[in-house]
C-alpha cells in the first residue's frame, strides 16, 4: 500500500500558476510500475479527471478543460508526480488529488485518496 500526499496548493489570481506535487510514501518499490492521475474536485461537485501519465512519464493525456494549460510529470527515482498549471482560471478552483490510475481511464484504480491541496484561483 502506498501513501500520497499532496501540496502545492494556494491562493493565485487568474492567469498565475502553481506547480503541485504528490509524494508516495510507505510501499514504493512498485511506485514506477503504475500509471497516475491528478483529479480535482470542486465545490458540491463530483470528483473529476485531470491528466494522466504512464508508468514511465512518455505517454501523457489531459481534460480538455485543461489540455494546453496544465502538465503533469513524474519522478520515479522521487517516487513523485507533479502538475505544473499554467493560465489558471477561477473554474480551476478546487482540491486536487493524486491517485493511481489504469493508463488512458478517467477514473482512479484505486479507492485511496490523500487529504488533497486546495487550489484557488481569484478574477
Known amino acids: 500500500q502506498v501513501q500520497l500526499v499532496e501540496s502545492g496548493g494556494g491562493l493565485v489570481q487568474a492567469g498565475g500558476s502553481l506547480r503541485l506535487s504528490c509524494a508516495a510514501s510507505?510501499?514504493?518499490?512498485?511506485?514506477?510500475?503504475?500509471?497516475m492521475g491528478w483529479f480535482r474536485q470542486a465545490p458540491e461537485k463530483e470528483r473529476g479527471f485531470v491528466a494522466g501519465?504512464?508508468?514511465?512519464?512518455?505517454?501523457?493525456y489531459y481534460a480538455d478543460s485543461v489540455k494546453g494549460r496544465f502538465t503533469i510529470s513524474r519522478d520515479n527515482a522521487k517516487n513523485a508526480v507533479y502538475l505544473q498549471m499554467n493560465s489558471l482560471k477561477p473554474e480551476d478552483t478546487a482540491v486536487y488529488y493524486c491517485?493511481?490510475?489504469?493508463?488512458?481511464?478517467?477514473?482512479?484504480?484505486?479507492?485511496?485518496w490523500g487529504q488533497g491541496t486546495q487550489v484557488t484561483v481569484s478574477s
Open positions: 510507505g510501499r514504493t518499490r512498485t511506485f514506477s510500475m503504475y500509471a
Open positions: 491517485n493511481d490510475v489504469v493508463y488512458g481511464s478517467i477514473e482512479s484504480a484505486s479507492d485511496y
Open positions: 501519465i504512464s508508468w514511465s512519464g512518455g505517454s501523457t
